[in-house]
């Protein structure tokens, strides 16, 4: 009977990671089919790949999906930082109405986000574009920062910064020398979630572009109504970068983590 | 101290340009009549009418509300039994199934919804395995189905699992000392504690299947529509900006309507179990 069921509980699992796995390991093996087909591989070719490098508009493509991923992190990473810290000094009530409006990018969902970022663009003629795409970015990135960082600032003792200004630090000292540090691992992990979300980011990019302006994901979805096997190559691309960010995050605090353990060891 | 509070400012300002005014701006526009121009406009409440009276898109929110109450049930009845088996591995094992079952939710949606498309298409894969040679797979209602299925049952998965974990191992002997044989514990224990997880995961599938509009489109090929391709048209081929806000806030309100039902039979739940300890 327990045997039993562990191996329906084994063949679960199996068919539920084929479930997961399968559709994108397949397209990145079809990513490298020498034909045109989606559906029988006639052989091994970069030739997708090539078509890819070749097409200016899907390098640029690339090129916008990754500098806006980037600058939206470091402003929403400081931005939320900085507002955490503040709002966490301020009024109760003043707080409390910021963090509640701070949800709703959170809370509601995409489309209507997307919607009202789009309606402000149009209302305030506001050329949308690379500008608008990174502004929305910032704006829907920065409510998740806030989140990661706020309950690492309500474990500190609420004297720290008090603390080190009566040691002689400047204000700015005592933030970026005391308070900062505490929360580094909140801020850290704020940033990734803020790089993942714009990297993958569709729905309110797809509403916010304008000019031509495309990220991978608007280009995936406005190539992909006829078949285009490159489409699959530059797919591969971003489960690739992302799986990279994603491994990087996962080993390096594993490696960081031996290190100091290391340390301890020689120090103790 | 207080100084410190200073840094709030920016973001106050940032709070209320870039999300408080948004949000008006859909209600300021689902109330007013044509016209981009916020100085010449007068209050109406003709896109709720005509969406109202429109049998078609009535059709739309109800189909977009039944797959996704589709796609909801699916996800709880296959999402239960794996995050069960996943918390009642062993440590090392959970970890990595975790680890697992997260990795594709940070994946592209778009890309991950794409992928299917080569699995699905005419003489794929799929067709020959199941000898569906003369079903057609694509471009179906089971294709979008598929599509919201694969993309949100993850967090069904983690929700489910994170409660299971959460729970009292001694609660389970403590039931089978009193005698309640395995199903007796699952019916009576474990499954009303993992309610909540439950809950939360349903909350987290059922609202974005509702609104999702990309799913319909690359699976469902155009010819499938839901409220979200009804938002998306009206905002980036029609301009019936007036309009597409109506239909959003409609969307939302039904959204919110969803989740304090949901949050209801939570409370509802919890205070049940409260009463009876």
């Known amino acids: 009977m327990k045997k039993e069921k562990r191996i329906f509980g084994k063949v679960l699992m199996v068919l539920s990671l084929l479930f997961f796995y399968v559709p994108i390991l397949y397209m990145i093996v079809f ?24 097409n200016r508009d899907m390098m640029e493509s690339l090129y916008t ?7 939206a992190t470091v402003v929403s990473t400081i931005l939320g930082t900085i507002s ?19 949800d709703f990018p959170i809370m509601n969902p995409e489309i209507v986000t997307a919607i009202g970022f789009m309606l402000l663009f ?32 309500r474990s500190l003792d609420p004297n720290l910064a008090d603390a080190a200004m009566d040691l002689g630090a400047t204000p700015w000292q005592a933030l970026i020398k ?35 302006v495309k990220n991978l994901s608007i280009m995936v979805y406005t190539m992909s109504k006829r078949i285009n096997p490159s489409i699959n190559a530059i797919s591969t ?32 | 101290m207080k100084r410190f509070s200073q840094l709030a400012i920016p973001y106050v300002v940032w709070v209320i340009l870039m999300i408080l005014l948004p ?40 189909r977009s509300l039944v797959i996704a109450f589709k796609t909801t049930v699916i996800c709880v009845l296959l999402g239960y039994p794996i995050a069960y088996f996943i918390a009642r591995s062993s440590d090392r094992v959970r970890n990595i199934l975790v680890l697992a079952i997260t990795l594709p939710t940070w994946i592209n949606m778009l890309v991950r919804t794409y992928s299917w498309i080569g699995l699905l298409s005419e003489g794929g894969i799929l067709q020959n395995l199941f000898g569906l040679q003369d079903t057609e797979l694509l471009y179906t209602e089971g294709a979008v189905l598929l599509g919201m299925v694969y993309n949100f049952i993850p967090f069904m998965i983690l929700q489910i699992n994170t409660s299971l974990c959460k729970m009292d191992s001694s609660l389970l002997e403590a039931s089978a000392d009193l005698g309640a044989n395995k199903l007796q514990t699952f019916l009576r224990v474990t499954f009303p504690l993992s309610l909540s997880g ?10 974005p299947a509702v609104s999702s509009f990309f799913i319909p489109k690359l699976l469902g090929g155009g010819q499938f529509f839901l409220i979200g391709n009804v938002i998306e048209n009206q905002f980036i081929t029609v301009g019936e900006w007036n309009f597409g806000s109506a239909i959003s806030m409609i969307m939302a309100v039904i959204m919110m309507l969803c989740m304090y039902l949901i949050r209801r039979v939570d409370e509802h739940n919890n205070g049940g179990r409260q009463k009876k300890a």
């Not at chain 2, 439950?198 to 609202?207: N, T």
């Open chain 1, 65 to 71: 999906t990754i500098t806006i991923a980037l600058l």
């Open chain 1, 237 to 268: 691309l971003v489960v690739v970068l992302i799986t990279v960010v994603l491994v990087i995050i996962n080993v390096v605090p594993m490696i960081k983590e031996r290190r100091e353990k290391k340390h301890e060891k020689i120090i103790g």
């Open chain 2, 23 to 62: 949000m008006l701006l859909i209600l300021f526009y689902a109330f007013t009549t044509q016209g981009n121009e916020i100085i010449n406009f007068t209050f109406t409440f003709d896109h709720f009418i005509r969406f109202f009276t429109d049998h078609d898109f009535l059709l739309i929110l109800w």
């Open chain 1, 122 to 153: 149009i209302t305030f003629h506001v050329e949308k574009g690379y500008m608008t795409m990174l502004l929305a970015h910032i704006a829907f990135c920065t409510p998740y920062v806030i989140l990661s960082v706020m309950p690492k600032i």
């Open chain 1, 178 to 212: 005391v308070l900062v540090p505490q929360i580094m691992p909140g801020i850290v992990s704020g940033a990734l979630i803020a790089f993942t979300m714009s990297f993958d980011d569709f729905i309110i990019s797809y509403f916010v572009t304008g000019g031509g």
């Open chain 1, 31 to 54: 990513s490298f089919n020498s034909g045109r087909s989606l559906t029988n591989f006639e052989g091994f070719s970069l030739r997708w790949y090539e078509h890819m490098l070749q």
């Open chain 1, 84 to 102: 955490a810290i503040g709002l966490s000094k301020s009024r109760k009530f003043l707080q409390k109405i910021i963090l509640q409006l701070n």
């Open chain 2, 198 to 207: 439950v809950i939360s995961g349903i909350a987290l599938v059922f609202l």
